[in-house]
């Protein structure tokens, strides 16, 4: 029997050789995709110091970097609160605490110039104390007091997090209070001694995305492996999740599984049993507000007799829903041009912030005698973003913010009753906007599609093709670029004779649902068409030519800028790669990669396969063929896009005789940076890049 065994490991071991042997073959970069892989990071090591040398010598690299340092720590930037209670709570970086302080004050100090702040927890501090590179990644208060919070705290700044329970009366760890290890974990306050917890709980309890498939209630005082398991969802979802939604009218337990990125399926806990909501798979439920559920549509939805537009905003009753009900109210319906992009409340008012042709609109909804929405537009500002910055359901008073490409954020204060607004802080101008314009202009796509972009640009700019222009995009995930102020662009590009280019195309959620699915799975094809139509259209009205045009995304945005520098190379000059997905084949095998399939396609499916490697850039780059300039950057703690993508990409075309360019930040996550320092660096290494390519050649 021991011969067998033996000799059945040996026969595993084999055929695992084989196959890693046959997989180097089909990709010879593999060996890239290990992280912490010590022949990858003596490339990284090699390719960063390449890389960085040349563009730290770039005339304007220093100026930027400090300039750019300057505006990340500078002491008017807005410290953006939430609201707890009688506090205001506000997360804290700069050049005196560089990982950042967790700190608090009240109303009426808030509303000084310079109010006094109460420290809760000084990270820079703990990382010392403990050794350990900590990276802040949130708190979670528990209602109605407040005085407890659970710390999220991530090494290096990945998405995997430790949690911590923490006293904030005392502004210290609670001793033998809940902890979690490092994990994309799931958790969620029911009450002083009970938390929902979703972690890694050992083999199979994670999906095939690498989140919580399992839902348990931890009891304090009890080990993790006693917790009590309510919910269990399939390992090829995206998640499951549990958590409590506090209201003075009422808590309600929530268990919420995604099957994919898009799609949840509710329950609601109550009494020890799970009641499955019988709304869309794709519907949102966004609040809770006077014994209304308010669900948010991503497509029409058929109920009883009425058809419910895609994008609505609609209302119906706790009970109903739960009895099985389909009696709703419509609060909001959108044209072809707007979009919902934010919900939120206040004790006895709902707001609902719209995007009407990539300008917002905020409005305040109440509800009548009759049960009837009655709204009413809170106007701030001209054609710009505002964006809900904090609310609280036991007072109706809130925070806006207010911005647009030229003009820095501002917060307001709002009497939700009166709508009296008074602006309570600023940002200060860090370029001068009165040198500059903004156009919006509209681009015809390949489809015959309408794409807006915007395009900023001085007001003495020639139309003569000569103008250096950077061209920004994302289109994915029903994210909407909206106008914000150029803070870093205007000092690094701006004001170094640039022009700056924002397009609006298909996939992102500019105009709701629909913009978005236009461009999902076999029509991927068409954000990349949009995004070409844009460049194409600057260049036909003479604001730029392929020689001057530059492209820059990142993630998703890394995806569409590898994708049409490999379809359209003649069209652009320089691109800037960040933290992208390029390997489309093995993108689902990656880190969370397996949670975008209801966006990308799954490459493992041969039909779908056939479609996707049409576009996808690190099978499509050819030896013969000329392509712009390219700098990659990424980061080795990036846990959500794999590292291994802009590596490998790197590796072919440098293989391949073509000039790349590649950064690595070995802290930083998905947002590529750590601190204010990395922030700035990265923003010099890119725009001097640019400048290298684009004006300064």
């Known amino acids: 029997m021991r011969k067998l065994k033996t000799f059945s490991i040996l026969l595993l071991s084999l055929f695992w050789i084989l ?46 970097y400090e300039k750019t340092l300057e505006i990340l720590n500078s002491p008017a930037r807005i410290p953006y609160v939430s609201i707890y209670g009688n506090y205001l709570y506000n997360f804290w970086r ?40 900590w990276v802040w990644r949130g708190a979670q208060l528990l209602y109605p007091d407040y005085n407890r919070a659970l710390i999220m705290l991530s090494r290096g700044g990945a998405d995997a997090s430790v949690v911590r329970e923490f006293d904030i009366s005392t502004k210290s ?90 799609t949840n399926i509710y329950h609601i806990l109550k ?95 109440s ?25 609280d359901e036991k007072r109706d008073d809130f925070f806006l913010n207010y911005e647009n490409f030229l003009t820095p954020s501002a917060l307001y204060l709002v009497n939700g009753k009166t709508l009296k607004i008074e602006k309570i802080k600023s940002m200060p101008e860090f370029f001068d906007p009165s040198s500059y314009k903004v156009l919006q202009y509209k ?66 959620g500019e105009f709701g649902p629909k913009w978005h699915q236009a461009a999902l799975k076999k029509n991927r094809h068409k954000a990349f068409e949009d995004f070409i139509a844009v460049a194409e259209d600057m260049i036909k009205r003479k604001i730029t030519s392929p020689q001057k045009l530059g492209i820059m995304g990142g993630s998703n945005g890394g995806l569409l800028v590898g994708s049409v520098s490999m379809m359209r190379p003649d069209l652009f000059k320089a691109v800037v790669c960040q933290v992208p997905l390029l390997d489309m084949k093995r993108y689902s095998k990656l880190l969370a990669g397996a949670s975008w399939i209801d966006e990308y396609g799954d490459p493992d499916d041969p039909d779908m396969w056939e479609y996707i490697k049409t576009y996808s850039p690190y099978h499509n780059v050819k030896k013969d063929v000329k392509y712009p300039k390219i700098f990659f950057t990424t ?6 896009v794999h590292p291994g993508h802009a590596r490998k990409m790197t590796a072919k075309m440098k293989d391949m005789g073509h000039e790349v ?37």
């Open 443 to 508: 681009a015809l796509s390949k489809d015959g599609t309408s794409v807006p972009y915007f395009v900023v640009m001085g007001k003495n700019t020639k139309f003569n093709g000569e103008n250096p222009t950077l061209l920004y995009g994302y289109g994915g995930f029903e994210i909407a670029l909206r106008p914000s102020y150029l803070s870093t662009v205007g000092v690094a590009w701006l004001e170094n004779g640039g022009v700056y280019a924002v397009a609006n195309i298909r996939g992102g």
């Open 271 to 365: 009494d020890g049993e799970l009641i499955k909501l019988d709304i869309p798979a794709d519907a949102e439920i966004e609040s809770y507000f006077k014994g209304n559920f308010l669900i948010r549509l991503k497509s029409d939805w058929n109920s009883g007799n009425k058809t419910y537009k895609q994008g609505s905003l609609i209302a119906g009753k706790m009970e109903d829903i739960l009895s099985g009900k389909k009696d709703f109210k419509v609060v909001f319906e959108p044209t072809s041009f707007s979009s919902i992009q934010e919900i939120s409340r206040t004790k006895n008012y709902l707001l609902v912030n719209i995007l009407d042709n990539v300008v917002s609109r905020l409005y305040r909804f």
């Open 367 to 391: 509800m009548d005698a009759k049960g009837n929405w009655v709204k009413k537009e809170i106007i701030l500002g001209d054609k710009g973003t505002i964006s809900i910055s904090s609310t």
């Open 661 to 697: 360019y590649y950064y690595e930040n070995t802290e930083g996550g998905h947002a590529g940076a750590a601190n204010n320092q990395q922030r700035a660096y990265i923003t010099a290494l890119s725009y001097s890049f640019l400048y290298w390519q684009l004006i300064k050649e």
């Open 19 to 64: 196959y890693l042997n046959a997989q180097e073959e089909e990709d010879p970069y593999l060996w890239l995709e290990e992280i912490l892989g010590q022949r990858a990071l003596e490339w990284v090591k090699i390719q960063n110091q390449e890389s960085t040398s040349k563009l730290e010598a770039v005339p304007v690299f220093k100026s930027i």
């Open 173 to 262: 760890f609670v001793k033998d209070g809940f902890q979690l290890p490092e994990a994309k974990s799931r958790v969620s306050w029911i009450d002083i001694n009970s938390l929902f917890v979703g972690t890694d709980f050992g083999p199979g309890s994670l999906t095939t995305s690498g989140y919580p498939r399992i839902v348990k209630i931890w009891k304090r005082g009890t080990p993790l492996n006693e917790a009590k398991t309510i919910y269990e969802g399939k390992t090829t979802s995206v998640s499951a999740a549990g958590y409590r939604l506090f209201s003075e009218e009422g808590n309600i337990d929530f268990i919420v599984e995604s099957p994919t990125f898009f």
């Open 94 to 133: 700069d050049s005196e605490h560089p990982r950042g302080i967790w700190r608090r004050t009240t109303f009426e100090e808030y509303k000084k110039k310079e109010p006094k702040w109460e420290v809760i927890l000084d990270i820079d501090r703990l990382a010392k104390d403990e050794n350990e590179n």
């Open 635 to 640: 980061s080795t703690r990036d846990d959500r």
